[in-house]
C-alpha cells in the first residue's frame, strides 16, 4: 500500500475530525515558513513583505516552504536571494526618484540637496 491509500483510509475512518487536523496543520506549517523566512530575510536587511515582493518583482517563482528550506539549509543560496531582493528595491528608489529633475507644472515637497 502506498501513502495515498493509507491516507484515504484513515481520512475515511476519522471522517470530520481528519480533515480539521490537516487544515490546522497546513495553517500551522503555512505560519511557520512565514515566520522562518521573517527571520531569515531580517538577517540580511530587509522585512518580509519588501522581500517577497521584491522577489515577485524579480519573477523569482520559489513558494514560502522552498524559501523557508532554503533559509535553513541553504543559507548562501537565501543570501544571494536577498541580495536580489535588495538591489531590486533600491532600483525601485532609484526609478521612483527619476534624474532629480521635476517635470513641468508639477509642484513637489520633496527637498532635494543641491
Known amino acids: 500500500m502506498d501513502l495515498s491509500t493509507v ?12 480533515q480539521v487536523v490537516l487544515k490546522h496543520l497546513s495553517v500551522f506549517l503555512f505560519q511557520l515558513w512565514i515566520s522562518r ?3 531569515a530575510s531580517q538577517e ?4 518580509y513583505p519588501a522581500f517577497i ?3 515577485i518583482k524579480c519573477q523569482v517563482e ?3 516552504k522552498v524559501l523557508a528550506d532554503l ?5 548562501k543560496t537565501f543570501k544571494s536571494l536577498a541580495a536580489l ?8 528608489f532609484a526609478a ?3 534624474d532629480g529633475k521635476e517635470p513641468e507644472g508639477i509642484f513637489s515637497r520633496v527637498v532635494q540637496d543641491h
Open 44 to 47: 540580511h536587511g530587509l522585512k
Open 71 to 75: 533559509a535553513i539549509y541553504e543559507p
Open 85 to 92: 531582493a535588495k538591489r531590486r528595491r533600491q532600483e525601485g
Open 7 to 18: 491516507l484515504r483510509t484513515f481520512a475515511g475512518r476519522c471522517g470530520h475530525k481528519a
Open 96 to 98: 521612483a526618484l527619476g
Open 37 to 39: 523566512i521573517t527571520a
Open 53 to 55: 515582493v521584491n522577489l
Open 62 to 64: 520559489l513558494n514560502r
